[in-house]
Every structure is written in structure tokens, then in C-alpha cells.
């Protein structure tokens, strides 16, 4: 009895301690760990967010490149880290979202080893054509695909953009085949040289050559314009029923303290509606976005489910 009651008191001295280091989170700097190359979008992202939470929380919050493809290596780390909250990741949709839906085995599990904080970021792609190109809107490029399907193809980095262009095909009719790319900036350059047909591009390499006159948007993928790209309609308002967004946000491992998660959660919200976040990210052709955790973790299930579908139906497949 008296042995029993030893252990209980020291169980409850350290539930206490548990509690009392929680209530304090956090009394160390904070590492955000980023699966991408200095000086991307998510690398921006991360430093954005990484400044507003040093200064709403008190401690440093240190950005760590992990650069890798499909960001594996960036969320392996997180993965193995302590579930402490001093460990953070800045995660998009590719390799929390399309790489399960495209690789046949990962050394992590998106859904089981991490923690949705909150969602940071919404991006819409835009399809781009070369600026002298003779299509003027979708209708134009869907045409010129169908009747020219051996002079028709698509440039893409990644399972992200191929999915997302098979998926435009899907909705459109068009015909064009598939040239991989080891980047956006090379998908960019392609498209701009005529050695590809058009690309879907994400907002950063798309606005430079877009103002740079190297590329004309056709259409971006968002329910509505772009503030980044005003004169740029939606697909639906070319009559495409298709809405494509990808995402950033931020995560912690799996088993992080809940009261750790809601702090961070509530941190973010408040981030992104700063001035300078709203600005930094227009830039970029971002839109600020925060999200519950629960609401975070049920958008990442249903779009993980989708893209799997998709994946499995064109048979696209990621090789590590």
C-alpha cells in the first residue's frame, strides 16, 4: 500500500511537471523545420511566420532548410523530432497531400506521424502560354490541343502540377502530353521558349514572367481572380467547372500536447491578418488563410483521398 501510494504521488508530481512546462511553452527557442531550398515560396512563408510567432510568443523561432525531393527529408525530421512544440514544420500540400497519393511507400505517414496546426496559405495555379502564343483564352488552347494532339504537350516539376493539369484534361477534353521538369522555374522557361504547349504554374515563377512578358496567363485555377492577377479570369468564367487550391500550413508531430496545438493555432490566426504578412504574401500571389486543427486534419483526409483517386485513375506515379 504504502509502495502504491509512492508511485501515485510521483505519477502526480509529474503530470504536475508535464503541466507546469506546458504553461510555460515556450522557454526555448523554437526550430521551423522547411522541406524546401532557401528563398521558395515556403521558404518565405516559413520566415514570415517565423518572425510574427518569435515576436507574439517571446522566443526565437529558427528557420532550418531541409531541402529534398518532395520535401521527404524535411518531413522525416519532423516526424522523428519530440512531440514538444519546439520542433515545427511548414508543410504544402505536396508532400503532406500528393506524394501519399503518389508514392507507392514514404518513410512517413502524413495523416498518423503529424499534427495539423493550422492552415497558413491558399495558392491557385495559373495556366500559362507563351506571351506571343495565338490562344487568347482557354477555349483557344482546348481547341488548338484537340486538333493538334502531336504538337500539344504540358510542362510540369512535379506529381503536384501533373496531377493538377490531369485533372484540367479530365474536365476539358484536351490532349497533351506530359514533360517533367526538375522545377517550376525550368516548367516556366519552357513554356516561355515554345519547347512546351502551356504549364500550370504556381504564382511565384508565373508573376515574374507574367509582368516580365515572357508568358501570358490564360486562367487561374481559384473559385475567383487573383489579386495578384486581376486580368486573369477564373476557369469558371470560361465556362470550366474546376477549382484548384493548394496549400501551406503548419505542423507539428504526432502526440504534440493539445494545449500547445491550441496556442500555436490561435498564434497563427493572428500572423496572418498582420499587415505585413497580408502584404509579404501578396507578393508572392498568396492568400492568407488559419484554420482549426481538427478542420485542418479533415481537409488534408478528403484531399488525400481525391488526389489518390485521380493518381490511381491516370496511373501517375512518383519515384523516390
Known amino acids: 500500500m504504502i509502495r502504491r501510494n509512492i508511485f501515485a504521488g510521483m505519477a502526480l508530481i509529474a503530470l504536475g511537471l508535464a503541466a507546469h512546462a506546458q504553461d510555460k511553452y515556450p522557454s526555448k527557442p523554437i526550430k521551423l523545420i522547411v522541406g524546401y531550398s532557401p528563398g521558395g515560396s515556403n521558404d518565405i512563408v516559413a520566415r514570415i511566420i517565423a518572425t510574427r510567432l518569435g515576436d507574439s510568443l517571446g522566443q526565437a523561432v529558427i528557420v532550418e532548410n531541409r531541402p529534398s525531393t518532395g520535401a521527404i527529408v524535411g518531413a522525416v525530421v519532423t516526424k522523428q523530432a519530440p512531440a514538444d512544440g519546439y520542433t515545427l514544420m511548414i508543410g504544402a500540400s505536396g508532400p503532406l497531400v500528393i506524394n501519399a497519393a503518389t508514392y507507392a511507400s514514404l518513410p512517413y505517414s502524413p495523416q498518423k506521424d503529424f499534427t495539423p496546426i493550422s492552415l497558413v496559405a491558399n495558392f491557385p495555379l495559373i495556366v500559362s502560354v507563351k506571351a506571343d502564343a495565338k490562344y487568347n483564352a482557354m477555349t483557344d488552347l482546348i481547341s488548338f490541343t484537340k486538333e493538334n494532339p502531336q504538337l500539344s504537350n504540358y510542362a510540369s516539376s512535379s506529381s503536384t502540377f501533373q496531377?493538377?493539369?490531369?485533372?484540367?484534361?479530365?474536365?476539358?477534353?484536351?490532349?497533351?502530353?506530359?514533360?517533367?521538369?526538375?522545377?517550376?522555374?525550368?516548367?516556366?522557361?519552357?513554356?516561355?521558349?515554345?519547347?512546351?504547349?502551356?504549364?500550370?504554374?504556381?504564382?511565384?515563377?508565373?508573376?515574374?514572367?507574367?509582368?516580365?512578358?515572357?508568358?501570358?496567363?490564360?486562367?487561374?485555377?481559384?473559385?475567383?481572380?487573383?489579386?495578384?492577377?486581376?486580368?486573369v479570369p477564373t476557369l469558371k468564367e470560361q465556362g470550366i467547372d474546376l477549382s484548384i487550391q493548394f496549400w501551406i500550413g503548419l505542423f507539428a508531430p504526432a502526440g504534440t500536447p493539445g494545449p500547445i496545438v491550441k496556442l500555436l493555432e490561435a498564434e497563427i490566426a493572428k500572423a496572418v491578418v498582420h499587415p505585413q504578412t497580408v502584404k509579404s504574401m501578396a507578393q508572392l500571389g498568396l492568400e492568407p488563410a488559419s484554420s482549426t486543427s481538427e478542420a485542418f486534419a479533415r481537409q488534408i483526409s478528403q484531399e488525400t483521398a481525391s488526389w489518390s483517386a485521380l493518381a490511381r485513375q491516370k496511373n501517375i506515379k512518383a519515384e523516390q
Open 163 to 231: 496531377l493538377a493539369t490531369e485533372m484540367l484534361k479530365e474536365r476539358t477534353g484536351m490532349l497533351a502530353m506530359h514533360v517533367p521538369y526538375k522545377g517550376s522555374g525550368d516548367s516556366m522557361k519552357s513554356v516561355a521558349s515554345g519547347e512546351t504547349t502551356f504549364s500550370m504554374l504556381d504564382p511565384g515563377p508565373a508573376s515574374g514572367a507574367i509582368n516580365g512578358k515572357l508568358l501570358r496567363g490564360l486562367a487561374v485555377t481559384s473559385d475567383r481572380r487573383s489579386a495578384t492577377f486581376p486580368n
